[in-house]
């Protein structure tokens, strides 16, 4: 007995050292989910916040569309109708609000007639004050919303930030917000009083022609918004500041909020929140030791009570270590477990191998090395060769691996499996291959996945599947409709030959029979015409047929040089200043796409903005970009042409469908469809809605530059 004791004392200690680690492991990990637990708190009252900015803002907004539509809806908006709309407003505690006003624009010519026009509409003693030349902008009535009196007659474009306001929510039709100013209103008062401020703009049309009457304008202090705003939100624990571009692009500081708790603020929060036409950074920050959750003394207590588990249980086992018969019959119980399990094992294993071997896709299995664990009969039937002693450095050349234009060797370091022994998937990637045994070579796809070996090592499985038939096929439907272009090109060309001739020889005969020869002239017209359409229509079907398959050749794309471009080749041919497009270009991002789709795309949007644009009215036509939270650009062009019937916008996108406007236009039915079919196998979409000033806007996302092309359709 004395012999054995050795052993029992060294095992009880190795219990007690694995006790210490587990106890240190628990420890460690309750610290962890302690920080973890501050980072949701963090994220919690960071979107809080953000949603308060966000809401508040977004509710500033809607009052001011609402109070536009008011205004614009009177039959004369008088000084008194106007403060009889935005009565309701005192009562609404807008955070940070000085006062609602109508300003309305005018030229020096003008300035007279406006003054004494306002003063007949309610406002007797209105006086304008115009600043420099030009274009004006004059307070004509208004409300204050905090006791601070409205500057009646003031000329709001004496200060860049709210006149480029102006200028955007009258170009767009939509309110739009300003850079960071100090408001006209608080010029009067100390510095250190002053804040910095914003105006919300929202245009006022009247009548069913839309006439333009001005804006109503809401002026925000900034640090008064925050306050009122974020207060509740931050509840005392983060430091939030709200900052803005401004007109030279520099960040500017609109408001901030000191948190109450004291330490380093090792969290930090940046979110961009939308606001009418611009974008805001909400920043917050917070010691993690300020915030719930973050610090306590359960780590410690379970420490504690982890290392007497410990100490209890080494006591135990030195208990049941000095049973020499139990510990006997343990071991055999033991001997008969490991013996069970690995008879199930071998079962196992013998049922995966006759389900492999059984089914018709081929599937393998590479470890660590790149070599071939297994491989079932149907994988190497696709392959046509077992697998090389080699690694995956042999693969191309072992098994003749190309690309689908069966002339481009497969890098190796794109195969599917070696890219899922890099930890990628890959799904129905498409390849050739083309050795002795496959002469004319065959077409597989491949899906790849990483797995884990028993080892713990990373490996890789594969599936393949012959397509060799299906592309095939497909080859003979593309091939088919080649010809059937070409057959019906052909003979159109030539009625298009006939018909130019017998216009040419009537010209020449026209003084025998003028009637007749007009005639004769009018049915060649029409067989011309006829043929041009079915030119184009063809045109149109080949176009649709590559939208969907053709392969996609990404890069990137200079998003605005394409849009001018395509503007100067949709307007150099067209008449006089009087009808020529007024096309407005905003900043464009650049994007991630094929360029001669995204071309055709804008051209088509573009194209569409001038053709149905109402007889003897020049188009206007505003395109414009942003980047979207998840990364991609959204581009929208809006017009002021027919528009599309209520219930009709999704389904223009739909081949071959012609909006039910009563307005006949010639055209396919395609051109939509195209645009639809480009946009969502770049894994975008594209939708249309009516302009609030009439019209049709339509806007479509596409990836941003440097962004993954994984969810694009049809990348090879």
């Not at 009457?213 to 509840?235: E, I, P, Y």
């Not at 070599?371 to 693969?395: C, D, Q, T, Y």
Request: hydrophobic share 45%; proline share 5%; charged share 20%.
């Amino acid at each position: 007995m004395s012999r054995k004791r050795p052993g029992t004392a060294a095992l009880s200690a190795l219990v007690a050292a694995i006790g210490c680690a587990v106890t240190l492991a628990v420890f460690t990990a309750l610290v962890r989910r302690e920080s973890s637990a501050a980072e949701v708190q963090m994220d919690r009252r960071t979107a809080a916040a953000a949603e308060a900015v966000r809401s508040e803002t977004r509710r500033y907004v809607e009052i001011l569309r609402t109070t536009a539509a008011a205004a614009g809806a009177q039959e004369t908006l008088t000084a008194t109708e106007y403060d009889r709309i935005v009565q309701p407003l005192k009562t609404m505690k807008l955070a940070g609000a000085t006062a609602i006003a109508l300003v309305v624009p005018a030229t020096d010519d003008q300035v007279a007639e406006l003054q004494e026009r306002w003063r007949r509409l309610g406002a007797p003693d209105l006086t304008l004050a115009p600043k420099g030349s030009g274009e004006h902008a004059f307070v004509v009535a208004g409300v204050s919303l905090d006791g601070t009196r409205p500057l009646r007659g003031v000329d709001m474009t004496q200060a860049v930030a709210p006149a480029e306001a102006f200028a955007q929510a009258r170009r767009t039709g939509q309110p739009a917000v300003s850079d960071t100013y100090q408001l006209l209103v608080d010029r009067d008062l100390p510095s250190a009083q002053r804040q910095h401020s914003f105006v919300m703009a929202a245009p006022v049309f009247h009548g069913v022609e839309q006439h333009f009457l001005g804006w109503v304008v809401l002026g925000v202090r900034g640090q008064n918004f925050m306050g009122d705003t974020l207060q509740h939100a931050g509840q005392g624990l983060l430091d939030l500041t709200l900052t803005v571009a401004g007109a030279d692009r520099r960040e500017v500081t609109v408001a901030e909020l000191g948190a109450a708790s004291e330490g380093e603020r090792d969290l930090v929060r940046t979110v961009d929140i939308p606001v009418a036409d611009k974008s805001w950074t909400l920043r917050a920050s917070a010691p993690a030791a300020g915030l719930p959750g973050a610090r306590s003394a359960f780590p410690l207590s379970m420490a504690s009570g982890g290392l007497v588990l410990t100490a209890l249980l080494s006591a135990l086992v030195w208990v049941l270590a000095t049973s020499r018969d139990r510990a006997r019959v343990q071991v055999r119980a033991a001997t008969a477990e490991l013996r069970a399990g690995e008879a199930a094992s071998r079962r196992q294993a013998d049922l995966l191998g006759a389900v492999l071997d059984g089914i018709s896709d081929g599937v393998g299995v590479v470890g660590p090395d790149g070599r071939f664990l297994l491989h079932n009969p149907a994988a190497i039937r696709m392959l046509g060769k077992g697998n090389p002693e080699a690694g995956v450095e042999s693969w191309q050349g072992h098994y003749g691996l190309f690309r689908v234009d069966g002339v481009t060797p497969f890098d190796t370091a794109e195969l599917p499996l070696v890219r899922a022994l890099a930890g990628e998937d890959s799904d129905q990637v498409e390849m050739i291959i083309r050795h002795p045994a496959y002469p004319e070579g065959r077409v597989i796809s491949v899906s790849a996945r990483p797995i884990e070996t028993s080892a713990g090592e990373r490996g890789a499985v594969a599936v393949f599947h012959d397509i060799t038939e299906r592309k095939q096929v497909e080859t003979e439907l593309r091939g088919f409709a080649g010809v059937v272009a070409h057959d019906l090109k052909s003979p159109l060309s030539a009625v298009r030959g006939f018909a130019e001739l017998i216009i040419d020889a009537l010209d020449d005969a026209e003084a025998g029979s003028p009637d007749a020869l007009r005639e004769a002239r009018h049915s060649a017209g029409k067989v011309i015409s006829g043929a041009g359409r079915m030119e184009k229509l063809i045109s149109e079907l080949l176009d649709y047929a590559a939208a969907r398959d053709a392969t996609l050749r990404l890069g990137e794309v200079d998003l605005r040089s394409l849009v001018d471009d395509v503007v100067t080749a949709r307007t150099d041919h067209l008449g006089g200043p009087d009808l020529r497009p007024d096309i407005f270009v905003g900043s464009l991002p650049p994007v991630q796409a094929d360029p001669v789709l995204l071309r055709q795309v804008i051209d088509n949007l573009v194209g569409n903005a001038i053709k149905y644009t109402p007889p003897g009215q020049a188009p206007r036509i505003d395109i414009t970009g942003r980047r979207e939270p998840d990364g991609g650009v959204r581009v929208q062009v809006a017009d002021r042409g027919i528009g599309i019937p209520d219930g009709e916008h999704a389904l223009v996108f739909d081949s071959f469908h012609r909006a039910s406007n009563g307005v006949a236009h010639p055209g396919t039915g395609l051109g939509l469809a195209i645009c639809r079919r480009i946009v969502e196998r770049h894994g975008g979409r594209i939708e249309a809605a009516p302009n609030p000033g009439g019209g049709t806007i339509f806007a479509f996302t596409i990836p941003a530059a440097g962004q993954p092309t994984s969810n694009l359709v049809g990348v090879v």
